[in-house]
């Protein structure tokens, strides 16, 4: 069963930049598509943005602009540059396979104040 580890969330002001890591466990990383996803309290989780396995990505039209995902296929790690953070962005990160749901791991909560 793949494992999915995030860091790099915190408390940041607004129109600051954090960048966010995904480091999933298994060998078969580089075949999947891979997003990040994030669950603000009270709301559902959503998916912002995903990578395919040849790069092509996707964006929520709500970070379009401000965050960029990429991935390290040799590190089986994904990340998220999240850049002009707003406090609607707070929320707890998450990363997964879109369309091969696994667990999911403990996230990574990011604070944004105004």
């Known amino acids: 069963q793949v494992q999915f580890v995030e860091s790099g969330g915190g408390l940041v002001q607004s129109g600051g930049s954090l960048r966010l890591s995904c480091t999933a466990s298994?060998?078969?990383?580089?075949?999947?598509?891979m997003g990040w996803y994030r669950q603000a309290p009270g709301k559902q989780r959503e998916l912002v943005a995903h990578i395919t396995m040849t790069g092509s990505t996707n964006y929520a039209d709500s970070v379009k602009g401000r965050f960029t995902i990429s991935r390290d296929n040799a590190k089986s790690t994904v990340y998220l540059q999240m850049n002009s953070l707003e406090t609607e962005d707070t929320a707890v990160y998450y990363c997964n396979r879109p369309l091969v749901l696994g667990s999911w791991g403990q996230g990574t909560q990011v604070t944004v104040s105004s």
């Open positions: 298994g060998r078969i990383f580089d075949i999947y598509t």
